[in-house]
């Protein structure tokens, strides 16, 4: 499945509501209320057999803005599959498409994050190599 930046997550569309996610994803495995920023909580789905989570902003009517993205799922990005990709590699891939790194962090239980801001992304390395993404679409832009 495609990792549309900005856009969406395979077939579904940032802004659809949580009935069009159900209608292509089916059930989730669980959900979860996440307490969020300045004290809004996003309400998420966890598709752990799939190997993905959806993310819902209840702030804006419950629309999805959010996707969290592990290993176990082929994910697609630019025509290549992305998975197991060293840092160097999907950096110097997402330079190339005019996105800079804007920051990034080592954390203490091992993940690195390296932050795309201009796609509102987020990639976590472990020794490395890609384990997950989490991307999302700039949350005014869900008003309409």
Known sequence: MEARLKQGFGPVDFGCSQS?????????????TLEGIAGFDSEVWHYWEKGFSLFFDPAYDSKFCCVEIDQ???????????FGSK????????NGKGY???????HEWGER???FDDIFADFYFEKG????VNYSVPLGELIN
């Open 20 to 32: 069009e996610c159900q209608k292509h994803f089916g059930d989730p495995d669980e959900k979860e």
């Open 113 to 115: 994050r390296v932050t």
């Open 72 to 82: 176990s799922f082929p994910l697609i990005l630019f025509g290549k599959p992305i």
């Open 87 to 94: 840092e160097q590699e999907l950096t110097a891939m997402l």
């Open 100 to 106: 800079p790194v804007s920051d990034s962090e080592q």
């Open 129 to 132: 190599i890609l384990v997950s």
